[in-house]
């Protein structure tokens, strides 16, 4: 066994070949990690770290003192370039740099990212990270900028850029972190900044409407433009258990036997809700459309393009108190941050005031129902979703008090 400072030289004695020799290796204590010589002798030519009794020892003994001097020079220079400690985390990237390859990824930051997001099937889904990349895009170079380049420090300048609300800059953090997540994954990078920067979050304000709310939005005069329907939309969503846009507007999802069924696009998980007379009303008034199961979503070439304009028609509802400079009616908004969401949370509200079990409500809303494999071997009574969906509109409808007992039917 031959030494100087960092590197050992030995014979591994693990693994022979097919001419009985083993491997010489150089060894490195601090990586742990052994580096082919790419020189092999038998057991009895080494000898208290030389070789032996070959007429090849005196130019293999040459060979190792260099190789060894080599590797110790190249240690060196990586850790006076401060590369060493993050090159000990990835074997791979430290075995190529101390054979003299190319270790560095040549990659951008945003190369990574590309890639990342081709993983996504869902175009909505790849549209929030493009938003984010193009903010990154405005604040740096993003054709230089590598994943070694994101520190902490630079996290905490990006969100001070970013300005806005707390939640809204978590969003684009968020999604930073998925991009080194998925290079850890792949051994793309150690570099790991979100160890030491937390993203802070604010609890959102509740998006819930009232009983009474939903009696406003529903007895209120409209009969101008898409409001009466942007309104039903609304309601039906309400009468729909809070049915995900998203889920509604899927081209798979289907009327069966009186019962909107589908496959929730957040879950995978196959959903099925009673359509109750109050929402067949609103199906009917809408129509059913060819591609989807309104009419109304036919007219609109994405899902995006939808939601935006239903959440602007939502947020215009209120009395009418003059004209718009297009002629069009202005109006007091009741409800100004009223979006498609709101009936979701407004379902799960009002279900919840009515003394609903937990249980029925998170069943209701496609929820995991106790523990994630729990929920897989439990067939949840539809008939409790059912009878509790009716409740809710049985309250919406008559007012009733939430401790006056309710019908089934």
């Keep these: ?63 190792l003192e260099g190789f060894a001097v080599n590797l110790e020079n190249c240690i060196l220079r990586l850790k006076d370039s401060g590369d060493w400690e993050m ?52 604040y740096t170079d993003m054709g230089r900028l590598s994943m070694e380049d994101i520190t902490p420090e630079w996290l905490r300048s990006f969100s001070l850029w970013l300005g806005g609300s707390v939640n809204g800059r978590a969003v684009h953090l968020r999604n930073i972190r998925a991009v080194f997540n998925y290079a850890i994954d792949n051994e793309i990078t150690t570099n790991y900044p979100f160890r030491k920067f937390k993203i802070r979050r604010e609890e959102t304000r509740k998006r819930s409407l009232t009983v009474d709310d939903v009696r406003m939005i529903r007895d209120i005069q409209l009969g101008w433009g898409h409001m009466d329907e942007y309104r039903d939309t609304f309601l039906l969503l309400i009468y729909l258990i809070g049915v995900n846009l998203a889920d509604l507007w899927s081209p798979d999802s289907r009327i069966v036997h009186g019962r909107l069924e589908y496959k929730r696009q957040k879950t995978g998980r196959l959903y099925s809700i009673r359509i109750e007379r109050e929402a067949a009303a609103i199906l009917e008034r809408i129509g059913y459309g060819k591609n989807h199961i309104l009419a ?69 809303l496609g929820h995991e129902i106790g523990s994630r494999i729990t929920s897989i071997y439990i067939d949840y009574d539809m008939k409790k979703v059912d009878a509790a969906n009716r409740k809710v509109i049985d309250y919406i409808k008559r007012g009733v008090s939430p401790d006056t007992p309710q019908s089934n039917n």
């Excluded at 082919?36 to 009794?53: I, L, M, P, R, Y």
């Excluded at 430290?94 to 990342?116: M, S, V």
Aim: hydrophobic share 30%.
């Design 87 to 138: 090159l000990t985390k990835d074997k791979k990237a430290l075995r190529r740099a101390l054979n003299g390859q190319e270790w560095k990824n040549t990659d951008t930051f945003l190369d990574i990212a590309r890639r990342f997001n081709d993983t996504h099937e869902k175009t909505r889904t790849k549209e929030i990270y493009e938003q984010t990349f193009r903010r990154m895009e405005a």
């Design 296 to 364: 109304s979503m036919d007219r609109y070439k994405d899902l995006h393009d939808y939601t935006r304009r239903l959440n602007e028609g939502l947020q215009r509802i209120g009395p009418i108190i003059g004209k718009g400079g297009n002629g069009s009616p202005k109006t007091r908004p009741l409800y100004p941050g009223l979006t498609s969401y709101w009936a979701r949370h407004t379902w799960a509200t009002l279900a919840s005031e009515l003394d609903i079990p937990k249980e029925t409500i998170s069943a209701a």
């Design 1 to 63: 066994m031959r030494k100087n400072n960092r590197v050992t030289i030995t014979l591994d004695t693990r693994v022979v070949n097919k001419d009985g020799e083993y491997p010489i290796k150089a060894y490195i204590p601090s990586a742990r990690m052994y580096i082919a010589t790419g020189v092999c002798v038998k057991e009895d030519q080494w000898n208290d770290g030389k070789v032996v009794s070959s007429p090849r020892a005196r130019m293999l003994n040459k060979f």
